[in-house]
């Protein structure tokens, strides 16, 4: 048993001063006030100052990172960018793949479902690594006119027997799908999809209000990097933006980088789905957490210059970091740390369909991150392993 206190802890919907947290295994044991709680005989304890104790966040749109992609053939990549995120504060993630041809993206996906299972195997011996939870496909079933850097010679129409090679090829473990609701056939394989328990997420899409509605209706339930690769707000063509800022039944992330869309966006953005339905991502690519260069995104090369990843002269992901999103909402918005960080736990964990990740509950995965009042990474827990420069093992 460990046994960590902190100057305060958000689970994240409620905020404990002088919290105690107990670690049995690899999951939460109890979480209380110091004063309504004691320490176990035996437990070992960590006592974290004035920090804040948080939910480990949750990516559900990652590319890669520490110079490697999640499409890559060689799986020795992902340790490395597991590594990274949790650097960052992040505990858990769902590698996102990008358009590519069938049968490379039904290889990536067989690898990412080994790689997802191995981590469910492998238990308390990951190390500070953050653990894949599922697959996130991003294309091919996206719009030519939204597709941004996605090749557009390797799009497909959405038809039930192509997702169905899909999810053979991950055994069962997507779950979140970009789609553009107005291909034909969308919306058949929206609703199959959702049927499965896949999020299905509305993006990389030039919808009118129409055909997003249409999407919803079929099950449609989020919607990917607001903004970015969808046909702009227009005030007699409110389009799928319209819908994705208006409609409670959906859910929607954005790249909080102050790049891919204006701070005073995010701002409108946060206004409109609130703290119950924005979502936090990253999009990162394998050239977060590395030198300027040139790196890959799926099968192609982008290039990254002063914070800017870009493929052809257009923005392909970026090199954004989960707790550097948390810090910018606060910047952007005002938000306080506990609102900012639900953007990055409890709503994204929602999404990705694993409603025992990103909260601090008794029985919920040990996946902590230890933050400064201001939102700075101090430490990080994965799966209760305590990282040795913490005082842990
Ligand atoms: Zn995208």
Redesign the pocket.
């Known amino acids: 048993m460990i046994a960590l206190t902190a100057g305060r802890l958000y689970t994240p919907l409620e905020r404990i001063e002088q919290p105690l947290l107990l670690i049995d295994g690899r999951h939460v044991a109890e979480v209380g006030s110091q004063a309504a709680l004691s320490v176990p005989h035996g437990a070992q304890l960590i006592d974290f100052g004035d920090a804040v104790l948080a939910p480990g966040f949750v990516d559900i749109h990652i590319h890669g990172g520490a110079g490697h992609d999640v499409m890559e053939a060689d799986a020795a990549g992902l340790p490395a960018l597991e590594q990274l995120l949790a650097k960052h504060g992040v505990t858990s993630y769902l590698p996102t793949t ?1 358009t590519a041809p069938l049968d490379q993206t039904l290889a990536a996906l067989q690898r990412l479902a080994n790689a997802i299972e191995e981590a469910e195997h492998e238990g308390a011996s990951r190390g500070a690594r953050a653990e894949p939870l599922g697959i996130h496909l ?1 294309g091919p079933f996206i719009s030519h006119a939204r597709r ?1 850097v ?1 090749p557009a010679e390797n799009l497909l129409p959405p038809t039930l027997s192509t997702f169905e090679r899909f999810w053979q090829a991950s055994r069962g473990h997507i779950r979140v799908m ?1 789609i553009a609701p107005e291909l034909e056939g969308a919306r058949e394989v929206i609703a199959e999809a959702a049927r499965r328990g896949v999020c299905v997420s509305l ?2 899409s030039d919808a009118d209000l129409g055909a997003t509605r249409a999407g919803v209706e079929a099950g449609a339930r989020h919607a ?2 607001a903004f ?2 969808m046909r702009p707000l227009d005030h007699r063509d409110p389009g799928i933006v319209g819908e994705m800022l208006t409609d409670s039944r959906l859910s929607a992330d954005i790249i909080a980088d102050g790049i891919h869309v204006d701070p005073a966006v995010v701002d409108l953005f946060l206004k409109a789905k609130g703290p119950d339905a924005a979502v936090l991502i990253t ?1 990162a690519t394998a050239a977060t957490g590395m030198p300027d260069g040139r790196y890959r995104l799926g099968l192609f090369e982008v290039e990254v210059k002063d914070g800017r990843c870009t493929a052809g002269g257009k923005l392909a992901g970026s090199v954004l970091t989960m707790d550097r999103a948390v810090r910018n909402v606060m910047r952007f918005s005002g938000w306080d740390l506990q609102q900012a960080l639900r953007l990055a736990s409890l709503n994204p964990a929602k999404v990705a369909g694993h409603p025992q990740r990103g909260k601090l509950e008794s029985g919920c995965a040990a996946d902590i991150v230890v933050l400064s009042p201001g939102g700075d990474v101090r430490a990080t827990i994965a799966g209760g392993e305590v990282p040795d420069a913490a005082g842990g093992r």
Do not use: C, I, Q
């Open positions: 990008v991003e941004g996605h970009t993006g990389h990917t990097h970015n690769a999009d």
